[in-house]
């Protein structure tokens, strides 16, 4: 029975297709939903210090509508935590708000600058809130992993994150 068991397992294992082993997220509350995924994330020089810790991450953003209301041309606004956390375990935490249209797709970018201060891996976590009723929100989260080489404990000038479109 075990060899039954574990021979289903690998064959379900086998046959998953890769892109749910991308990292993408969708969010939904009934009304619209929310699909985000980072397709990439690397530190390099930035900012005007020239120094090589500032950290960029790539993302998809799409906002549709679901269900069977009609909201075309509706603003929608949900509110986006963009999270880096360090080698150390220590976690940057930027909350921003958007607000689009309905039918939005966007590949936006994250900039952490100065961030990239210590050798080892680095995650950064985006985690998409949209309103469901009064006081209730529904999330979900994506996250990327990377390492970049060296690092210099207290270099660059002020901690700062920054979307660009």
């Not at 749910?20 to 995924?37: H, P, W």
């Not at 960029?56 to 909201?71: I, K, S």
């Not at 970018?109 to 976590?125: C, D, K, L, R, S």
Request: proline share 4%.
């Amino acid at each position: 029975m075990k060899k039954i068991l574990l021979l289903t397992f690998i064959a379900f294992l086998a046959v998953t297709p890769l892109s749910l082993a991308k990292g993408r997220t969708v969010v939904s509350n009934g009304v619209f939903q929310v699909t985000i995924e980072i397709t990439n994330a690397y530190y390099f020089a930035a900012d005007a210090d020239g120094i090589e810790n500032d950290i960029a991450a790539e993302f998809t953003l799409n906002v549709e509508h679901e269900g069977m209301y009609c909201c075309m041309n509706k603003v929608v606004d949900f509110y986006f935590l963009a999270s880096l956390k360090c080698p150390s375990g220590y976690y940057y935490d930027y909350l921003y708000q958007f607000i689009c249209v309905l039918d939005t797709y966007a590949t936006p970018t994250i900039y952490f600058y100065n961030h990239a201060g210590e050798a080892g891996w680095y995650q950064v976590i985006l985690t998409c809130y949209l309103p469901y009723y009064a006081n209730y929100y529904v999330y979900g989260s994506d996250c990327f992993a990377f390492d970049p080489p060296g690092g210099d404990e207290g270099a660059g000038g002020p901690l700062q994150c920054e979307i660009k479109l």
